[in-house]
Nanobody, 121 residues
């Protein structure tokens, strides 16, 4: 099993900033990519941003120029710096890990429990 611990959500006014953190631990042999997804009420889950072990990043068009994903100094950690937040960014944000656990063949994916981000005045 791989465990994901998320932190950093909350309530912020439009134009404000938040920083989300995610740390993966447990039965990890290698990590391919970590990312953040979000789901707003009544909408499908969408990819917000991802980062590979090699540092290649990918962003949703709606967050480009406002959000920055980065890896932490500790292994299997990542951050999402969210600036210029808008009400439409309101959602539950979930951390996702994809990689290869020990003793399990093939690629596996695990999810965090999610953290609420609310952008409102």
């Amino acid at each position: 099993q791989v465990q994901l611990m998320e932190s950093g959500g909350g309530l912020v006014q439009p134009g404000g900033s938040l920083r989300l953190s995610c740390a993966a631990s447990g039965n990890i042999a290698s990590t391919d990519v970590m990312g953040w997804y979000r789901q707003a009420p009544g909408k499908e889950r969408e990819l917000v941003a991802s980062i590979t072990t090699g540092g290649v990043t990918n962003y949703a068009d709606s967050v480009k120029g406002r959000f920055t994903i980065s890896r932490g100094n500790a292994e299997n950690t990542m951050y999402l710096q969210m600036n210029s937040l808008k009400p439409e960014d309101t959602a539950v944000y979930c951390c996702n890990w994809k990689g290869r656990p020990y003793y399990i063949s093939g690629l596996s994916a695990y999810w965090g429990q999610g953290t609420q981000v609310t952008v409102s005045s």
